[in-house]
């Protein structure tokens, strides 16, 4: 699979990454890296956790970095349940959730996917 | 190897590791890359780099300490006139904007990052930056140059007057210094006058102007050994007028600020605040306070200067002559400021000798040059920070010293390598009074109590040392914190925080403690000595009104025999050996001492049966030691029926012990009326004079 493939896959935007980062094989360094990245992790455990202010930190960096990656379909969401802890909203929160988990596991999987070629 | 084209370090603060990625792929081509993950962590960087960092990408939103607070501690340490900060981050709201650029942030990068913008955006602020820097350093350079050449100026044409009036050269010195002296401390009384910084600098300047009125009076006068007569008194005094009308005059500049003023002191120098000086009799307020300040300063110095009509007076007597109004009448708050800062004067005349005068100019150009804000910082000066810092670092990191730095605003401790590790905290503590590490160490109210302290000093005497027990490394240790508040020196004072070391006492307090005991004890026995238990004995009937006690005294029976049987080393083995026994034989709360030479001391407490008590103790005295028969005579006094005086219950025990020796020896006599006669002679042969009554 190409990269441009799995853009469309995940609905993030080729075009704008490619005129931002400029090379190929930077892009699929940093798109691997997401794989490792913590930060959707640190918000579910805060969010468990009952700590919102945290969970807003975390989810806060997720966007940050989904916008880096122009994964704007994984950024919409994130950027939704940023504002919505900002807010200390929890119960708004709770029900954006299900919706950014989804979102965030096909990425993922996706991105597994063309890493396995 | 050396890679030249990494001159310049850039520090990356993202708590994303993949932005930081992002970022650090972007420029770690051309730049050096620092990471840091968090706010402290980038302070940390900041401080162990300094301007050795071109530039700062910094995030906002990011645990421990966010963007804005690392932009105001920047501006705390004057980091950010130095290096540029650019902004990043998701935020495109224009509050977190316009507050980032308020902080003093350089530019603003948003996400999603764009390697053309961040390249282009970071090279164009570290080029802006290194122009800005340049064109300050010869700025300042052309400032120094003409700020030199003015200087010197002013010091020629004063010298020439006062040379003509055979004066000192440090006449025109003093007073500029001295009227500097008094115009701040008046700041500091009251802001009627409109003085800042600036205003008073160019006042003392133009205060060498002064006397250049004198130019036109003729040697003959001016330098007379002996009293003027009335008519040249009246010669002489046109000097003011005249210097006055001299800068007036002036074909150009008259209208500069600092002419203004050398008028203005020229003029009215002599005038005095009760409206009799000359020349124009002007009073109080109507005398601009310029020229009253110079005209104290000129009496000041006129009377401990040695003049061809008058010997030097003593500085004391110089101010109390000016305080009695034996000069005429001066300003009441002005003459308050003399006397605040009598202490300083005659230091501060020293240090500006002659050839010190030069050093004090510049830096007085210095000081000026700081406060013009966009020279806030020359080259110059920075590199001298620059060093300072390095200095410091290398010291602190050599000493094997807990030294720590607080501020006020952000509230923030910091303390050195070396001190952090073995307090086994952070170097950075953000919130002291609320940091668990920190407390974990010092309790709350003394860190508090410390705080007030430092607060409670003044600028003259800024140091307090404060003993506190502190928890180092799960053991308490008796440490001794040395620190100095900080006073700002703007044009208030203000509280700005403290530096200071922490320097374990554990073992000199272990050591007084030892003295102290060493002092209460009787070296034969180790127990304790007459004087110490004399003390004790009356705290303890104080300080617990509600316990009963027995006051005992015993000696041992035939120990004269002993020692002259013998001999006095076997002597004092008995000895040793009974009071072995003696501790034994009590409990933790009752003391037990030697006040004579077989003579001893016992204070036990009671609950009912005290005969008992005494019973066992008498027994466990009794028996043999290496061949001698041991065998005592006890006198016993309680408090229920003799009262809780000290010197009564001591007296009733020694007249029983004296009943006791009567009855036979080897036995015990509780005090009774009765049986002990108060013409009795005392039974103990003090070994210690202070405990006799």
Same mark, same amino acid.
């Given at each position: 699979?190409?990269?441009?493939?799995?853009?469309?896959?995940?609905?993030?935007?080729?075009?704008? !990454?490619?005129?931002?980062? $400029?090379?190929?094989?930077?892009?699929?360094?940093?798109?691997?890296?997401?794989?490792?990245?913590?930060?959707?992790?640190?918000?579910?455990?805060?969010?468990?956790?009952?700590?919102? %202010?945290?969970?807003?930190?975390?989810?806060?960096?997720?966007?940050?970095?989904?916008?880096?990656?122009?994964?704007?379909?994984?950024?919409?969401?994130?950027? =939704?349940?940023?504002?919505?802890?900002?807010?200390?909203?929890?119960?708004?929160?709770?029900?954006?959730?299900?919706?950014?988990?989804?979102?965030?596991?096909?990425?993922?999987?996706?991105?597994?996917?063309?890493?396995?070629? | 190897?050396?890679?030249?084209?990494?001159?310049?370090?850039?520090?990356?603060?993202?708590?994303?590791?993949?932005? $930081?990625?992002?970022?650090?792929?972007?420029?770690?081509?051309?730049?050096?890359? /620092?990471?840091?993950?968090?706010?402290?962590?980038?302070?940390?960087?900041?401080?162990?780099?300094?301007? %050795?960092?071109?530039?700062?990408?910094?995030?906002?939103?990011?645990?421990?300490?966010?963007?804005?607070?690392?932009?105001?501690?920047?501006?705390?340490?004057?980091?950010?006139?130095?290096?540029?900060?650019?902004?990043?981050?998701?935020?495109?709201?224009?509050?977190?904007?316009?507050?980032?650029?308020?902080?003093?942030?350089?530019?603003?990068?948003?996400?999603?990052?764009?390697?053309?913008?961040?390249?282009?955006?970071?090279?164009?602020?570290?080029?802006?930056?290194?122009?800005?820097?340049?064109?300050?350093?010869?700025?300042?350079?052309?400032?120094?140059?003409?700020?030199?050449?003015?200087?010197?100026?002013?010091?020629?044409?004063?010298?020439?007057? =006062?040379?003509?009036?055979?004066?000192?050269?440090?006449?025109?010195?003093?007073?500029?210094?001295?009227?500097?002296?008094?115009?701040?401390?008046?700041?500091?009384?009251?802001?009627?006058?409109?003085?800042?910084?600036?205003?008073?600098?160019?006042?003392?300047?133009?205060?060498?102007?002064?006397?250049?009125?004198?130019?036109?009076?003729?040697?003959?006068?001016?330098?007379?050994?002996?009293?003027?007569?009335?008519?040249?008194?009246?010669?002489?005094?046109?000097?003011?007028?005249?210097?006055?009308?001299?800068?007036?005059?002036?074909?150009?500049?008259?209208?500069?600020?600092?002419?203004?003023?050398?008028?203005?002191?020229?003029?009215?120098?002599?005038?005095?605040? &009760?409206?009799?000086?000359?020349?124009?009799?002007?009073?109080?307020?109507?005398?601009?306070?310029?020229?009253?300040?110079?005209?104290?300063?000129?009496?000041?110095? *006129?009377?401990?200067? %040695?003049?061809?009509?008058?010997?030097?007076?003593?500085?004391?007597?110089?101010?109390?002559?000016?305080?009695?109004?034996?000069?005429?009448?001066?300003?009441?708050?002005?003459? =308050?400021? /003399?006397?605040?800062?009598?202490?300083?004067?005659?230091?501060?005349?020293?240090?500006?000798?002659?050839?010190?005068?030069?050093?004090?100019?510049?830096?007085? !150009?210095?000081?000026?040059?700081?406060?013009?804000?966009?020279?806030?910082?020359?080259?110059?000066?920075?590199?001298?920070?620059?060093?300072?810092?390095?200095?410091?670092?290398?010291?602190?990191?050599?000493?094997?010293?807990?030294?720590?730095?607080?501020?006020?605003?952000?509230?923030?401790?910091?303390?050195?390598?070396?001190? *952090?590790?073995?307090?086994?905290?952070?170097?950075?503590?953000?919130?002291?009074?609320?940091?668990?590490?920190?407390?974990?160490?010092?309790?709350?109210?003394?860190?508090?109590?410390?705080?007030?302290?430092?607060?409670?000093?003044?600028?003259?005497?800024?140091?307090?040392?404060?003993?506190?027990?502190?928890?180092?490394?799960?053991?308490?240790?008796?440490?001794?914190?040395?620190?100095?508040?900080?006073?700002?020196?703007?044009?208030?004072?203000?509280?700005?925080?403290?530096?200071?070391? !922490?320097? &374990?006492?554990?073992?000199?307090?272990?050591?007084?403690?030892?003295?102290?005991?060493?002092?209460?004890?009787?070296?034969?026995?180790?127990?304790?000595?007459?004087?110490?238990?004399?003390?004790?004995?009356?705290?303890?009937?104080?300080?617990?009104?509600?316990?009963?006690?027995?006051?005992?005294?015993?000696?041992?029976?035939?120990?004269?025999?002993?020692?002259?049987?013998?001999?006095?080393?076997?002597?004092?083995?008995?000895?040793?050996?009974?009071? %072995?026994?003696?501790?034994?034989?009590?409990?933790?709360?009752?003391?037990? *001492?030697?006040?004579?030479?077989?003579?001893?001391?016992?204070?036990?407490?009671?609950?009912?049966? !005290?005969?008992?008590?005494?019973?066992?103790?008498?027994?466990?005295?009794?028996?043999?030691?290496?061949?001698?028969?041991?065998?005592?005579?006890?006198?016993?006094?309680?408090?229920?029926?003799?009262?809780?005086?000290?010197?009564?219950?001591?007296?009733? *025990?020694?007249?029983?012990?004296?009943?006791?020796?009567?009855?036979?020896?080897?036995?015990?006599?509780?005090?009774?009326?009765?049986?002990?006669?108060?013409?009795?002679?005392?039974?103990?042969?003090?070994?210690?004079?202070?405990?006799?009554?």
């Amino acid at each position: 699979m190409m990269l441009e493939e799995l853009y469309q896959e995940i609905a993030g935007n080729y075009q704008d !990454i490619r005129e931002r980062l $400029r090379k190929e094989e930077r892009i699929e360094k940093f798109v691997l890296l997401f794989l490792k990245d913590t930060s959707y992790q640190d918000m579910l455990q805060a969010w468990e956790q009952g700590n919102l %202010e945290t969970a807003f930190r975390a989810v806060h960096t997720l966007k940050g970095v989904c916008m880096n990656l122009s994964f704007d379909k994984l950024y919409k969401a994130a950027s =939704e349940m940023t504002e919505c802890l900002r807010a200390g909203d929890a119960e708004g929160a709770a029900k954006i959730l299900p919706k950014l988990e989804k979102c965030y596991e096909e990425h993922i999987q996706a991105i597994r996917k063309y890493q396995e070629g | 190897m050396y890679d030249k084209r990494k001159i310049n370090k850039i520090l990356i603060v993202d708590d994303s590791e993949m932005n $930081r990625a992002i970022l650090a792929d972007m420029l770690s081509e051309q730049y050096e890359i /620092l990471e840091a993950d968090n706010g402290i962590a980038a302070v940390q960087l900041l401080h162990s780099y300094g301007t %050795e960092i071109s530039l700062v990408l910094l995030d906002i939103v990011m645990p421990e300490m966010d963007g804005f607070e690392v932009l105001a501690m920047m501006s705390r340490y004057h980091w950010i006139e130095e290096i540029p900060v650019i902004m990043i981050s998701a935020e495109n709201s224009h509050s977190v904007v316009e507050r980032a650029y308020e902080l003093g942030a350089t530019d603003y990068i948003s996400r999603p990052f764009d390697e053309v913008i961040v390249c282009r955006r970071v090279i164009n602020t570290i080029m802006l930056y290194s122009k800005q820097k340049k064109l300050i350093s010869m700025v300042a350079d052309q400032m120094y140059e003409s700020e030199k050449s003015n200087t010197l100026m002013v010091s020629i044409l004063s010298h020439i007057v =006062e040379f003509r009036n055979g004066e000192s050269g440090l006449h025109v010195l003093h007073i500029g210094t001295m009227t500097e002296l008094l115009l701040k401390r008046l700041r500091e009384k009251t802001d009627a006058y409109d003085l800042d910084t600036a205003k008073i600098s160019m006042i003392s300047k133009a205060a060498a102007f002064h006397d250049i009125g004198k130019i036109s009076i003729s040697e003959n006068i001016l330098n007379k050994p002996g009293r003027l007569t009335e008519e040249e008194f009246e010669i002489m005094k046109t000097h003011s007028a005249v210097g006055a009308d001299m800068l007036e005059n002036l074909p150009l500049h008259k209208d500069e600020p600092l002419v203004k003023v050398a008028y203005e002191i020229c003029r009215w120098h002599h005038e005095r605040y &009760d409206g009799r000086g000359y020349p124009d009799g002007l009073k109080g307020e109507e005398i601009p306070i310029s020229a009253q300040a110079v005209s104290l300063a000129d009496a000041y110095d *006129a009377l401990i200067s %040695e003049r061809v009509y008058k010997k030097a007076f003593s500085h004391e007597k110089a101010l109390s002559m000016i305080l009695n109004g034996e000069c005429g009448s001066f300003h009441p708050l002005l003459l =308050e400021c /003399l006397s605040d800062i009598a202490d300083h004067i005659q230091e501060k005349l020293s240090i500006n000798s002659l050839n010190r005068g030069s050093e004090k100019e510049i830096h007085n !150009i210095v000081e000026r040059l700081l406060s013009h804000k966009e020279l806030a910082s020359s080259n110059r000066t920075l590199s001298m920070l620059e060093e300072e810092r390095i200095k410091f670092q290398f010291f602190a990191s050599m000493a094997s010293e807990i030294q720590f730095e607080y501020s006020v605003v952000p509230s923030m401790i910091t303390i050195s390598d070396w001190g *952090a590790e073995k307090l086994g905290i952070s170097r950075f503590i953000v919130n002291p009074s609320e940091n668990q590490e920190l407390l974990s160490i010092i309790s709350r109210e003394k860190m508090i109590e410390l705080d007030q302290i430092l607060r409670c000093t003044t600028p003259d005497s800024p140091i307090v040392e404060y003993e506190v027990e502190l928890n180092v490394e799960g053991a308490t240790r008796f440490s001794r914190i040395i620190s100095r508040a900080l006073w700002s020196h703007g044009d208030k004072t203000e509280y700005s925080g403290a530096i200071g070391k !922490i320097v &374990d006492i554990q073992e000199e307090q272990k050591e007084l403690k030892r003295l102290k005991e060493l002092a209460s004890m009787d070296p034969l026995t180790n127990l304790l000595n007459g004087a110490y238990a004399k003390k004790e004995i009356i705290h303890m009937l104080y300080t617990y009104p509600e316990n009963e006690y027995a006051l005992i005294i015993f000696d041992l029976d035939y120990f004269k025999t002993v020692n002259n049987e013998r001999g006095h080393v076997f002597g004092d083995r008995v000895l040793k050996y009974l009071a %072995e026994r003696l501790k034994s034989n009590i409990r933790t709360d009752d003391l037990a *001492a030697r006040i004579g030479g077989d003579e001893f001391l016992l204070f036990v407490r009671y609950d009912r049966n !005290i005969e008992q008590a005494v019973s066992r103790i008498f027994s466990a005295m009794t028996g043999e030691y290496d061949g001698f028969k041991l065998s005592v005579s006890m006198g016993i006094a309680k408090t229920t029926t003799e009262g809780r005086k000290y010197s009564d219950l001591y007296h009733c *025990a020694d007249l029983a012990l004296f009943a006791a020796k009567r009855k036979g020896q080897g036995c015990y006599v509780f005090y009774d009326k009765k049986n002990c006669t108060s013409n009795a002679p005392t039974t103990i042969s003090p070994i210690d004079p202070s405990f006799e009554e």
